[in-house]
């Protein structure tokens, strides 16, 4: 079964510009969240999305949005872009929602800001 | 609300020595712990994790953790490391079912020959 894909893996923008975030689930699974690693702040959840609804939203301004389609595929995106967005972010699925449903996790995608 | 507190950024062992790394958490409800590695350029992998039931916990790749309610702690160990465990290793908590996942700022692994 193929694992959490998440394009493109790299990424390079420029401030106040946008951008957006892809993330195809494993097969099956319908819950979806999404992280920004940094090396200053560690991982940070920015939201979690469950049969096309957002479940949950972290402490991430309104320039970070995201949504889920019907084939649980998910998008982040981000608008006018600052130096400090520049970070790793990953997506994760999982079977379910609900804490007993582990996450697993795509290989992110780095994003840098200049 | 939940919070996890991963002691020691860094830690070093020799290959073939016992790896530690110690992970308490505070949650107000009866918590779920994990413990995720990563490694260079690539995403998080679930070593293990603790729901209910039983205290001590195996994982793959030799690793197991033990949910101490007492010390509110969940360490995890390896008798014998391999140079292939240098990674980095983030232990997380979850609450209830609406809350998300919370990760620790994370221990890098070092394994010296």
């Known amino acids: 079964k193929a694992g959490v894909t998440q394009t493109p893996r790299y990424l390079i923008k420029t401030r106040g510009q946008q951008v957006t975030l892809s993330c195809s689930p494993i097969s099956g699974h319908r819950s979806v969240s999404w992280y920004q690693q940094t090396p200053g702040q560690g991982l940070q959840f920015l939201f979690e999305y469950f049969s096309e609804t957002q479940r949950n939203k972290g402490n991430f301004p309104g320039r970070f949005s995201g949504r889920q389609f019907s084939n649980s595929r998910s998008e982040m995106n981000v608008s006018t872009l600052e130096l400090g967005d520049s970070a790793l972010y990953l997506c994760?699925?999982?079977?379910?929602?609900?804490?007993?449903?582990?996450?697993?996790f795509g290989n992110g995608t780095r994003l840098t800001v200049t | 609300a939940q919070s996890v507190t991963q002691l020691g950024s860094h830690v070093s062992v020799s290959e073939g020595a016992l790896v530690l790394l110690r992970c308490n958490y505070s949650s107000s409800v009866p918590p779920y712990l994990f413990w995720y590695v990563q490694y260079p350029n690539q995403g998080l992998q679930l070593l293990l994790k603790y729901t209910t039931g039983a205290t001590l916990v195996k994982g793959i790749n030799g690793f197991e953790a033990e949910f101490k309610k007492s010390e509110t702690s969940f360490h995890l160990t390896k008798p014998s490391a391999h140079m292939s465990d240098a990674a980095e290793y983030f232990c997380?908590?979850?609450?209830?079912?609406?809350?998300?996942?919370?990760f620790g700022t994370g221990t890098r692994l070092q394994v010296f020959p």
């Open positions: 994760a699925s999982s079977l379910e929602q609900g804490r007993d449903s582990p996450l697993h």
């Open positions: 997380a908590v979850s609450g209830s079912n609406t809350d998300k996942l919370i």
